[in-house]
């Protein structure tokens, strides 16, 4: 996003599209099951209409523009952040990021947790775990994943709360194939809370569905639905 596209008059159809999308959308997610708009590379206008209708989570991807967003709109939003993360970027988010949706390494974790405890709070995190085909995705591997928990290392971390999981099914149309993706990680949710936070309410998250596989996701135990074309249009 830059400066001529938050000026830019935004068109009335588009806004019109925006609130009715979120409002259908809302009406339709079971009660356990919350939206995270998606409102990367969207103007700050786009935002707003989705927040005049009663949506007050949102997802951002770069630090920069939730930067930006964070310090234009409503100060009761609660900013998501969905995307790849670098280490060296988390001291600008800590402060207010509702939750970081795709912790993907033990180091990430680790400066998300020292940035937190800097801020003096604990950041909700959700561990990403890599489930579709395609090898450009990041997330443990799900060996990996359960590895990485058996150390016990994270249980030290008193900047962040791991409270779930976080997953993206391959691109593709094959629905049968994201089922199984989706199935795979809620049952690595399962036993993950049954081995390491079975007391524990907060770990409770499954993040996983988008514009075209929401559906389906909510089929196989998400919590989190990202979505963002479907409501906001095409990203340009
Ligand atoms: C962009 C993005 C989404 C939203 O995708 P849409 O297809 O536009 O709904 C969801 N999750 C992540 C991690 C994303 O980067």
Redesign the pocket.
């Known amino acids: 996003m830059d400066d001529t596209q938050v000026l830019n008059y935004p068109d009335s159809d588009t806004l019109r599209h925006i609130r009715q999308t979120v409002t259908q959308i809302n009406g339709q997610l079971p009660s356990g099951c919350r939206l ?1 708009a ?1 409102s ?1 590379y969207h103007p700050a206008s786009y935002v707003q209409a989705a927040y005049d209708v009663g949506q007050r989570v949102f ?1 951002e ?1 770069r630090v920069q523009e939730l930067q930006f967003k964070h310090e234009t709109l409503p100060k009761d939003i609660e900013w998501h952040f ?2 790849h993360l670098q280490t060296n970027k988390v001291k600008y988010i800590a402060p207010y990021v509702s939750m970081i ?2 912790v993907d390494s033990e180091r990430l974790l680790t400066e998300i947790s020292r940035q937190g405890i800097l801020c003096k709070r604990k950041i909700p995190c959700l561990l990403q775990i890599h489930v579709a085909q395609e090898e450009t995705k990041y997330g443990f591997h799900v060996p990996e994943l359960m590895a990485f928990l058996s150390t016990g290392t994270w249980r030290t971390m008193e900047g962040v709360n791991i409270c779930g999981i ?1 997953c ?1 099914a391959s691109n593709t149309d094959n629905m049968e194939q994201v089922r199984n993706e989706f199935h795979i990680a809620y049952s690595t949710y399962q036993k993950v809370k049954e081995l390491y936070f079975p007391e524990d309410t907060t770990f409770r998250e499954c993040s996983w569905g ?3 596989d ?1 559906a389906m996701a909510l089929t196989q135990g998400s919590t989190l639905v ?7 249009g095409d ?1 340009v």
């Open positions: 995270v998606v990367k997802g991807s969905i995307g949706h795709a976080m993206m988008m514009s075209h929401y990202r979505i963002g074309s479907m409501i906001f990203r």
